[in-house]
């Protein structure tokens, strides 16, 4: 029984070793194509992530600077309101008097959102020097 074994895998052994060794090539031309297409896209494929990368700093930004001007909107609306509610109801029995609250406590949670933007200082490095920006994501995911 083990003589019939060994022989029949004598058999399958040349078989198996030459498809291993086509499998091989056909990995290792596959693995240059790859290398090949890497080297002719790689610049523009760089430059696409830089600009990604600065895209997301401006959308930052530009949360920062809508919640900036919504915490000055509510402060403004809200006084207007508040002096409106004391005019109508001067002992703030009515629930008129909560929103000029509910919108100043908005303003100062969109205030205290628009300044933690405006001063990351990462936010600045994403639209300035991306490339920076990058290595500290690669930095930081490396020692995680």
């Known amino acids: 029984m083990t003589k019939e074994i060994s022989e029949a895998a004598q058999d399958v ?27 002719q ?13 600065r895209i997301d700093g401006i959308q930052y930004m530009l949360m920062a600077v809508s919640c ?10 809200g006084g207007k309101l508040w002096a409106w509610a004391r005019r109508v109801d001067p002992d ?7 929103v000029p609250i509910l919108m100043w406590m908005t303003g100062v949670v969109a205030f205290g959102i628009s300044l933690a933007e405006l001063f ?9 020097e991306p ?9 930081s995911s490396v020692l995680k």
């Not at 040349?14 to 290398?35: R, T, Y």
């Not at 990351?120 to 300035?128: C, D, E, K, P, V």
């Not at 490339?131 to 930095?139: G, P, R, S």
């Open 131 to 139: 490339k920076l920006w990058l290595a500290k994501q690669i930095i």
């Open 68 to 77: 900036l001007i919504w915490a000055i909107l509510a402060k403004i609306l």
């Open 92 to 98: 703030f029995d009515t629930p008129a008097a909560c």
């Open 41 to 53: 896209y790689s610049p523009d494929v760089a430059d696409a992530a830089l600009w990604v990368v």
């Open 13 to 39: 052994a040349p078989n198996v070793e030459g498809k291993l060794v086509e499998m091989l090539d056909a990995l290792q031309h596959g693995v240059v194509k790859v290398g090949e297409t890497v080297v």
């Open 120 to 128: 990351s200082i990462w936010n600045w490095i994403a639209i300035i």
